[in-house]
């Protein structure tokens, strides 16, 4: 016995997303994050075992935005993880560099909590969470990405894992003092 590590020990990499960030790993990546009204997307590769995780803030910036297949070079750097659309448009990117095609994606979506339970805009327009969760259903289905599995909307917080090895993605939804929490139970999705 030599005493190395058996070669089908993988070394754990553990990332934490803040608020603007993505992340796109291989199977020894786990990815957690913490969300509000903030939506988090993930897309797996079954196959490869290559996955993505996003944290957005919001849905877009309200510029237009640029075609997907221009997302290279200088305009690929402008993009900005904060915004859902540029968010996909950069996994996607880092996917296809690893020879993953979107549509050989699995997507789930998490978030777009209500942080101000009885609370209602006076312009009438939907709540900022329910805007992103919205938001995100809608560009995943644009890039003809298949959505397995969501945990939106309710009130309070998300802690979302996504175990890029499995492409599972366990959500807890943390109620808000004083209000029962809506669906999120920890299972893994």
């Known amino acids: ?18 608020p603007g960030e993505y992340c796109v790993g291989g199977a020894s990546h786990r990815i957690r994050t913490v ?11 079954p196959a490869l075992r290559v996955g993505a995780m996003s944290h957005f803030l919001l849905a877009t910036r309200g510029a237009p935005s640029r075609p997907a297949d221009d997302a290279r070079g200088p305009a690929l750097q402008a993009l900005d993880a904060r915004y859902g659309d540029e968010a996909l448009r950069l996994m996607l990117h880092e996917l296809a560099l690893r020879k993953v095609a979107a549509t050989a994606c699995r997507a789930k979506i998490f978030g777009g909590g209500n942080m101000f339970p009885g609370r209602q805009r006076a312009d009438g327009m939907a709540a900022i969470g329910r805007r992103n969760g919205e938001a995100a259903r809608d560009l995943i289905q644009g890039h003809g990405i298949e959505i397995v599995s969501e945990s939106l909307f309710g009130d309070g917080h998300r802690q979302i894992a996504f175990d890029v090895e499995t492409g599972h993605v366990w959500a807890r939804q943390v109620a808000l003092p004083g209000v029962p929490a809506a669906g999120g139970d920890g299972r893994a999705a």
């Open 1 to 18: 016995m030599t005493g190395d590590a058996p070669t089908a020990v993988r070394k754990r990499i553990d990332v934490f997303l803040q």
């Open 35 to 45: 969300l509000g009204s903030c939506v988090s997307v993930t897309l797996w590769n």
